[in-house]
């Protein structure tokens, strides 16, 4: 079996995510954390809710934020805040000077995944004391969306996770 889904997961000082741009009605809508990461989401055919809850345990476990003692430890140990945020194009391939998404799961499970994934990270981070003192929070981008990132971040220390 090939990859159902991807992960760009990257450690960060703070990150600012507009949701929705300013407009006549109304003002702009912005999601922002501090210290934690941010994780860049993608689906592909075959992904399901068994792979989301691996995947969670995964992004929620693995040692890449750095912390005061200047050791690797995990999100939740650090702790830190989660920004997640949806992102097809992870899902590309290149063919000549073009990318092609016929590996991309459809738009309604992708959308359904994508929710289950940051219903998860929430429940976990709410189930979790040391995330609950330090007031750590979990912010989501909007699936299907075109969204403005702005990041300040404490190296390159960038991952992509297959799963």
Do not use: W
Not at 77 to 98: E, F, M, V, Y
Not at 120 to 125: E, G, I
Not at 132 to 160: D, W
């Amino acid at each position: 079996m090939g990859t159902s889904a991807r992960i760009v997961i990257q450690q960060c000082l703070a990150a600012t995510l507009r949701l929705n741009p300013e407009s006549e009605v109304s003002e702009a809508e912005y999601a922002k954390i501090k210290q934690g990461m941010v994780v860049f989401v993608c689906f592909l055919k075959g992904a399901n809710r068994e792979l989301v809850e691996k995947m969670v345990k995964q992004v929620l476990g693995i040692k890449l934020c750095e912390g005061k003692d200047g050791k690797l430890t995990s999100i939740t140990d650090l702790p830190g805040d989660l920004l997640i945020i949806p992102q097809a194009c992870l899902g590309g391939k290149l063919k000549g000077k073009s990318v092609q998404y016929h590996s991309i799961i459809n738009k309604t499970d992708g959308s359904d995944l994508y929710r289950t994934f940051v219903e998860l990270c929430t429940d976990s981070f709410q189930q979790t004391s040391a995330m609950q003192e330090a007031g750590c929070v979990v912010k989501s981008g909007v699936y299907g969306n075109r969204q403005v990132l702005n990041m300040e971040t404490n190296g390159p220390f960038t991952h992509i996770v297959d799963f």
